[in-house]
């Protein structure tokens, strides 16, 4: 769980965006603009098919909700129970699990989805995966994928910021 890319996991592949055994992040307009580690999460299959519970009894394949991922955190197969089937049967049942869900922005999301995914996987030999522990794992271990995403993702939140500050001092 350290992060790590272990030389056994196959490459990322960033024009095709195919994110092999990785919890993928992208900004969500408006909202992470106020809170900028708000977002949405999905996660690549053993080929790096990005799964993500895109909106109520819906999970997207190969085509993210908000876009493309900023920010991705590469796990080891070797970490899921029986490595890459196991990883690829947890992805396929969390999805199918999370078709007949409704979405709730607070309590069963995307973020849900992704730690149901690795609770069945038994990822680290752990089942307490859960949507907090996710966000903060991936703002510690996640990298983004180019800085114009860095830029992306930040930009707008230090404007609204600068302004709110700016603001302040004249009322």
Known sequence: MTGKRLAMEPPIDWERDRFPYCIVWTPIPLLTWLFPIIG??????????????AGPYYVSEDNMAFGRPAVYWQLS??????????????????????KKRMHNLFCDNCHSHVATALNLMEYGGSTSWNMFKLAVLLLVFGKYVSIATFFKTWTPFLIILTLATSLSFYV
């Open 77 to 98: 197969q070797s970490q899921a129970l029986q490595g890459e089937s196991g990883w690829d049967a947890a992805v396929a049942e969390a999805s199918e699990i999370y």
């Open 40 to 53: 949405h999460m999905g996660i690549g299959t053993s080929t790096g098919v990005i799964r993500d519970f």
